[in-house]
């Protein structure tokens, strides 16, 4: 019972007990005169009145204790709920500051690497599925890979290493993200299967630069001639290229509710990162000031492609692929619980969280108005958290 019942329960107690001794005195007669003498004894109904007496006085006594005692509790619960408003004030405040300081910060931070070239930086794109087509295909290509890995002659594997790594993992991962097994009735032959196609991945870091990596068949068409006879490094064979020191790959990880995660991952150091952008304007550098928004870009089935050849950053054709949010339609997933994230970390100081925000797809169309039939382009919009 709280004290404050308690409280009630004496004071009504004590009264009630007051007036039934009052009662009782009117009633009864409470003492009788000794013969011969001056005193006077007590009856038992005075007895009964002075215990009641007694028992009152008792539970005044303590009413009166209780009352002081709740007092004082009053007091230091009004002391300690000052002093809580205080301290959350107080952490108010130091939060405020705290988000003031690392504002500034960060404003000063961005300040700084929007002045600062972008000279080496980590991607990592993670997929988590439990497209079992995919899984198969992917569980199918480590199987190679670590076959090739002991299929070694003198120190020398039959496939090398880095080549295998693509061929059976990074390629049907590209594909899997360019819509492998995506359905469209104008397309008059059959999609091929996972890792069977050119597949050219484009990452928009800047309205300037554009980073790609890919798998290009001999017969892809370019819609615009090239100006440099020399082909680029990311249309050889990945690890045939002195243009570059690393190359993409994939680890496979387990993720939540029974998913598996893919990750592609790339490590460009600025050898690298410099052979893996395309520039509009050469003598516009790329910051490290990348935007909240970012396009990934991925070309599936690709015989055509309506760029300048051998540079990604020079659209030909009548359709801006990085503009094409009118026609585009959202395009789900083949397994609906299918997630998609990015990292970047830029000059080995900042990483960037990004989201997926949107999955689409649109035709492509050339200069005269003709769709591309032979390339499908899937659209990934990332928002940074």
Known sequence: MEAGSVLTVFTVFGVLLGLAGAILSQMWRVASDLDGTNRRKLTPAGWLLL???????CGSIASELLRIKLGKDDALRLERKAADQRAAEERRVLDQRQALIE?????TTEIIVAGQPLTSMALMIRLDTQDQELINTMAKGQEKIENNQFDVQGGVPTTPFEYAESEYALIPLLDYLGGAGYK??????????????????LLR???NAVLSFSKLDGDVHWLGKSEQQKQSSRFRPIGSSSDSYSSPWVTVQKGAARKLGYEIRWDLDPVT???SIDRSISEIPTTALLTKSLQLGVFHRAKQLP???????????ASDIWRISKTAVPLAWPD??????????????RTLHYRLKRRSIAPIFTDSGDELEDAMFLMYEFERD
């Open 51 to 57: 215990g009641m007496a007694f028992v009152g006085a």
């Open 103 to 107: 504002n500034s910060i960060r404003q």
């Open 184 to 201: 469209r009735k104008d397309f008059e032959t059959p999609l091929p299967k996972l890792g069977e196609s050119s597949t050219v991945l």
């Open 205 to 207: 870091l800047s309205s």
């Open 273 to 275: 990162l410099w052979h």
């Open 307 to 317: 760029f300048q050849a051998n540079d990604f950053s020079r659209i030909k054709g």
């Open 336 to 349: 609906a619980s299918t997630t998609l994230k990015m990292e970047i970390e830029v000059n080995g100081a």
